[in-house]
């Protein structure tokens, strides 16, 4: 058979076959019109069907596949033609199960913030700071102004600022003497300090020499002090005199000491020095270079302890002084703190049995 047939043969079955499957069943058809005979329906059918051929067809709509709109009829879609293949839609991606949302964590209940507290109200001494450091600044830039341009306004500020300062300073003279005469316990006179009035200035003298010569007393029975002299220096000979006043004066054991082997009138029995003068020097602290004459230093033999009481010439009243100052600043440190005197004023190596012995008045003090 011819292929174009077939074709064609094929193309109207299929046609017929869209036509029947578009008709309503009779059930569903209407009736016929009661005025037109009943062999004249499928004439009328075939014109409605002539000219629904006739007019063009509607675009097409395609239902999804398993949607309850039914697909339009083959007939209505003819202009297709056989072959054409429509692809089916994409199918839409299955929906993820809804993850159950995380119920949020309870916040933490924040504590109320408490209001801050009220400022504290300033105290009188510290309105006072603040009016007094406003005053400085006013006084210092009235003083910078009038240093800049010293034209006749700076210059009276500046000095009626001035003015006001010393009538300030001097209520605080005034006043800090009337309060002071009811506050004894700050009164120099009752703490031991010098006083200003002539006559208690004597009484006070005449006190504390009495106490400074009862101290020497005491001192002389455990201390003895070391002189070290040459016998070409001028100033040896005249505190050898002052020396030996104090000596018969207060009981002390002086040691002399001649660094050039000479001796003096008031100590012809001097011993030579060999090798004290610089442990003496190493025990206070002083270098042997800076170790000058003459030199009187105070040493206890029991403990070998040495403290320096001056170099250069010195009075009896002078010596007296620097050994009650050195003892009395000893004892107040010893007390204070505990502890034993100064490591300084102690001696690092042993004095000579010689030195030791003179300093007691012990018969080994005639090896001199």
Not at 24 to 39: L, V
Not at 150 to 161: C, D, G, K, Q, Y
Not at 328 to 338: N, W
Request: with cysteine; proline share 11%; hydrophobic share 40%.
């Amino acid at each position: 058979m011819n292929p174009i047939a077939t074709l064609l043969t094929a193309g109207c079955v299929a046609a017929a076959c869209g036509f029947a499957a578009a008709q309503p069943p009779r059930s569903q058809q209407q009736p016929a019109a009661a005025a037109g005979p009943r062999n004249t329906a499928p004439t009328a059918q075939s014109s409605d069907l002539a000219a629904q051929a006739a007019r063009p067809a509607p675009a097409a709509s395609h239902a999804a596949p398993g949607s309850a709109t039914p697909s339009a009829s083959t007939w209505q879609r003819s202009r297709e033609g056989w072959f054409w293949y429509i692809d089916p839609p994409p199918e839409e991606p299955d929906a993820k199960p809804a993850t159950p949302a995380t119920p949020a964590a309870p916040e933490a209940a924040t504590p109320a913030t408490k209001p801050p507290p009220p400022p504290r109200p300033k105290t009188r001494q510290e309105l006072d700071l603040e009016g007094f450091e406003a005053f400085k600044v006013e006084v210092e830039r009235a003083l910078q102004a009038a240093t800049y341009n010293p034209s006749e306004a700076n210059v009276v500020r500046f000095l009626e600022l001035y003015a006001l300062a010393r009538r300030k300073a001097s209520l605080l003279a005034d006043n800090a003497s009337a309060i002071a005469v009811r506050m004894p316990w700050i009164d120099e006179t009752h703490s031991g300090s010098r006083p200003t009035l002539p006559a208690a200035v004597r009484a006070y003298d005449s006190v504390r020499q009495q106490d400074r010569d009862q101290l020497m007393r005491e001192l002389a029975g455990s201390y003895g002090l070391y002189f070290f002299f040459r016998r070409s220096c001028a100033y040896c000979h005249l505190q050898a005199q002052m020396l030996k006043q104090f000596e018969a004066k207060y009981g002390f054991t002086v040691f002399p000491v001649s660094l050039d082997g000479g001796t003096v009138p008031e100590y012809p029995n001097a011993a030579r020095d060999n090798g004290l003068a610089r442990q003496v020097a190493d025990a206070m602290g002083v270098p042997p270079q800076h170790f000058v004459v003459p030199a009187v230093v105070l040493a206890r033999p029991a403990t070998r302890e040495v403290v320096p009481v001056g170099f250069g010439v010195m009075t009896m009243d002078q010596m007296a002084e620097r050994i009650a100052l050195v003892v009395r600043v000893r004892d107040q440190s010893t007390a204070a703190s505990g502890a034993a005197p100064d490591a300084q004023a102690l001696a690092r190596s042993s004095l000579s049995t010689t030195a030791a012995a003179a300093l007691t008045g012990s018969p080994a003090a005639s090896g001199r």
